[in-house]
């Protein structure tokens, strides 16, 4: 259940990073409100993952789906480069993050 | 180096205070703190999204914020340095330049608005 309780919050920091785009295209109260409520439940959800899995564990996977994911919808959804470089940077700096945070 | 990558690193930075905030805080005066910090941070990368694509954004604002929080522990909180997270620390330091190198600005979306 743990693990659940993870993807989930992984999925709402996706969702929240994809209403950062959304917040800068529209600016009005209810996409303000929609990031705010999507980072809310996954902080939510990554403290009840957290109750039974590993700190460095639960922090590592929920940054790497959030990071990994945002830039994914931010590629399909808003039209951002695809470019290999950039692909390859963010995968060197989501790979570090990732593997700080699970030695840590 | 340009006022919307400035405004990233910033937020970053404050990103390391909020985070060693939520460990450390334990009256009204720090976790008042605790809450600006979220704020201005979370401000600026909203504001940072307008002129730099979201995913290389919130890429580069987690991992300083990792490395950060790692400097920070080091030198304030008195934990060991190791040489595996300091690789990791350089590896990551050396994509967020490559992002910053690879990255045009593009006009902002939400001007019209």
């Keep these: 259940m743990a ?102 | 180096m340009n006022k919307h990558w400035i405004m990233v690193f910033v937020a970053a930075f404050f990103e390391v205070l909020w985070v060693i905030g939520l460990k450390h805080a334990g009256d009204a005066l720090t976790w008042t703190g605790t809450a600006i910090a979220i704020f201005i941070s979370f401000y600026l990368l909203i504001r940072s999204g307008r002129y730099i694509p979201v995913g290389t954004v919130y890429a580069v604002f987690v991992g300083l914020g990792t490395a950060g929080t790692f400097f920070s522990e080091i030198l304030f909180f008195d934990q060991p340095f190791v040489w595996a997270k300091f690789f990791f620390v350089v590896f990551l330091l050396a994509g967020v330049v490559g992002l910053k190198l690879v990255t045009k600005d593009q006009p902002s979306e939400g001007a019209e608005a």
């Design chain 1, 3 to 104: 693990w659940t309780f993870l993807i989930i919050a992984g999925l709402f920091e996706m969702f929240g990073v994809a209403m950062i785009s959304q917040v800068n295209k529209k600016r009005n109260w209810v996409s303000v409100a929609l990031l705010i409520g999507g980072f809310g439940a996954s902080f939510l959800f990554l403290a009840f993952a957290m109750e039974s899995l590993p700190m460095g564990t639960a922090y590592a996977v929920w940054t790497g789906i959030g990071a990994a994911g945002g830039a994914l919808l931010g590629m399909f959804l808003f039209g951002e480069s695809k470019d290999w470089k950039r692909i390859v940077f963010i995968a060197m700096v989501l790979s570090a993050t990732v593997g700080l945070k699970l030695i840590s």
